[in-house]
């Protein structure tokens, strides 16, 4: 029997006694062990409130877990407060309340949004760093995304040259028109430009080779997946502190790729990338002991120096920042 079918027999007996002129005292001990509207009201909500509010919270946590929870103009908005952080640690912090990493700040590749291009192909991007690129225009890009396979099979040049790096190649420029322009519009019109380290002149031991270019969307150079070069990571097998030195001078690693041990030996799982009819995906890093070709990253995630001829369709595997 619930309390308020016990106070309202108990008010019921009450004003039936009352008229009797006599209240028993059973009566009157159930009426006082019942409490009033008030008291009731208090004891029903103050627990279910809380259930209710973190029942509430991690609602809202679940719905928010996944990036796809997420709009792109939400995704902006968060990358702009974690771009003007002011550090590392207070930009993870960020990262961490919204969701886009593990708990304990790593990511794994699972921190990942679907995508549709304009042909109707259904991708997915990865996060793959935080605060890590500088915006053309000023301040830190608060997020990196790396797609999560090709988006299409492109050369490098129309011939087997790397005359000019990546500022010069005809990979660039698609990646400006019409890569670009395969992107959702709610995307693309997020993305910011950023600036991006390349030998830009090709065969070349001269440490001065590498210059900023701006980009939307770019390839990835070898050192932002692998970290430091610290052997010849060319397959003539010659180490060379010169073509080290310009490999380094490439950019940072990415924390997806740090957290994940890439490394410039062996296969690496989480830089496993597959396109029909391509042996490998492109890095925007020219081979330095060639004339012809671009480093790359073979299907089966090891990168590469060789097998990379500018003139032969590989994988299109761009990054980009909000």
């Not at 619930?2 to 006694?17: C, D, E, F, P, R």
């Not at 209710?52 to 792109?72: C, F, I, M, R």
């Not at 060319?234 to 060379?240: E, N, V, Y």
Request: contains cysteine; charged residues 20%.
């Amino acid at each position: 029997m619930t309390k308020q079918v016990k106070l309202g027999i108990a008010l019921s007996l009450m004003a039936l006694l009352a008229g009797c002129g006599a209240v028993s005292p059973a009566v009157e001990e159930l009426a006082e062990q019942v409490p009033t509207a008030s008291e009731e009201s208090s004891e029903v909500t103050d627990q279910p409130v809380d259930e209710q509010q973190d029942t509430s919270e991690v609602q809202e946590s679940a719905s928010k877990y996944s990036l796809d929870a997420y709009s792109w103009d939400e995704l902006a908005g968060i990358a702009q407060e974690i771009g003007n952080a002011g550090s590392d640690e207070a930009a993870m912090e960020i990262a961490k309340q919204h969701n886009l990493c593990n708990a304990d700040g790593t990511l794994d590749g699972t921190q990942a949004k679907s995508v549709t291009l304009s042909d109707g192909t259904e991708t997915s991007v990865q996060v793959a760093g935080f605060s890590h690129d500088n915006k053309t225009g000023g301040g830190k890009a608060g997020i990196t995304f790396i797609f999560a396979e090709p988006i299409a099979a492109e050369a490098m040049n129309s011939s087997d040259t790397n005359e000019g790096g990546w500022e010069g190649s005809e990979m660039r420029s698609w990646l400006g028109t019409e890569g670009i322009a395969s992107l959702p519009s709610d995307l693309a019109n997020q993305i910011v430009a950023v600036d991006k380290l390349t030998n830009n002149v090709g065969e070349t031991v001269d440490l001065s080779s590498v210059t900023t270019t701006s980009d939307k969307l770019w390839l990835f150079s070898l050192t932002e997946l692998c970290g430091e070069i610290d052997r010849s990571w060319s397959l003539r097998g010659t180490a060379d502190e010169e073509l080290d030195a310009i490999a380094n001078a490439e950019g940072t690693q990415y924390q997806l790729f740090a957290n994940m041990n890439v490394t410039d030996t062996g296969d690496n799982p989480i830089l496993e990338r597959d396109y029909p009819g391509t042996f490998n995906w492109f890095l925007r890093t020219p081979d330095g002991w060639s004339e012809y070709g671009f480093c790359g990253v073979m299907n089966y995630g090891s990168p590469s120096a060789g097998d990379g001829d500018a003139g032969r369709p590989g994988g299109v595997v761009p990054g980009f920042c909000l």
